[in-house]
């Protein structure tokens, strides 16, 4: 008789551990391996005016007590590398999960964002891809169109090359220049249809220096555009981000 109570015990006990290792494993989480790697860029999640949950806001990073100490770069690089060399290092010093073949990668995708979302006037689209001070000549440039009576229409016909140029450590913001050199078909029209400027069977050679940018010390993988340089002239699409300085 006790040995049946015995093993009612043994089975109750069981079950109740069980139990406890589910509940941990459900509150603590596990990795298996296939976790989807951090984002380049991020995608609004909400609705346009929910600016606080659609910017990455940079200054909410936590800020330590003591100052920094520069990010430390190998002897031996920092003796025979080049400038954009260094800047590299310095940002991978930083940042260890930053590579020349992820980076660019994103940076295509988010050039190809940008252009098309500033030519659709999507400006839900573009503030979470545009730090502050890039965001409002894009917008600004959005709202004179439109007051305009005008419509943009740009097609990326394929980008031919996208190149780092230059990398560098701006205290712990990380800024990286890429050179894009890209065609495009690019049409301004009125209200009407009527076309104002661009030819819509020319395809333009466009050669751009966009600069993207992230806080290191921010939790959160994105970067932002912080400053454009549109090389080539006559390019419509670029004219409204010319010459903004990070």
Do not use: Y
């Not at 346009?48 to 007590?65: E, F, G, H, Q």
């Not at 001070?133 to 959005?142: E, G, L, N, R, S």
Request: proline fraction near 7%; glycine fraction near 6%.
């Amino acid at each position: 008789m006790n040995d049946g109570f015995h093993a009612l015990d043994i089975v109750f006990f069981a079950v109740v551990a069980v139990f406890l290792i589910l509940r941990l494993r459900s509150v603590l989480g596990k990795r298996t391996g296939t976790e989807e790697p951090p984002r380049w860029t991020r995608t609004p999640a909400k609705d346009a005016d929910d600016s606080a949950d659609n910017v990455i806001d940079l200054t909410r990073a936590r800020r330590p007590v003591e100052p920094e100490p520069e990010p430390e770069v190998a002897p031996e690089v920092a003796a025979t590398a080049g400038p954009l060399a260094r800047g590299e290092a310095a940002i991978r010093a930083r940042d260890p999960g930053f590579s020349n073949t992820g980076f660019l990668s994103g940076a295509r995708m988010a050039f190809e964002m940008i252009v098309g979302a500033f030519a659709a006037g999507d400006k839900k689209a573009l503030r979470p891809l545009l730090a502050d001070q890039v965001h409002k000549p894009f917008c600004d440039a959005i709202d004179a169109r439109a007051r305009a009576g005008e419509e943009l229409s740009t097609e990326i016909m394929g980008i031919k090359s996208a190149e780092i140029i230059e990398a560098i450590m701006v205290g712990t913001v990380a800024q990286v220049t890429v050179r894009f050199v890209s065609e495009q078909i690019n049409v301004i029209k009125d209200l009407d249809g009527r076309i104002i400027e661009g030819d819509p069977s020319r395809i333009v050679p466009v050669t751009d220096e966009w600069t993207f940018s992230r806080d290191t010390r921010a939790k959160d993988p994105n970067w932002q555009l912080s400053a454009t340089r549109a090389v080539s002239e006559g390019d419509a699409a670029h004219d409204a981000a010319d010459e903004v300085q990070p």
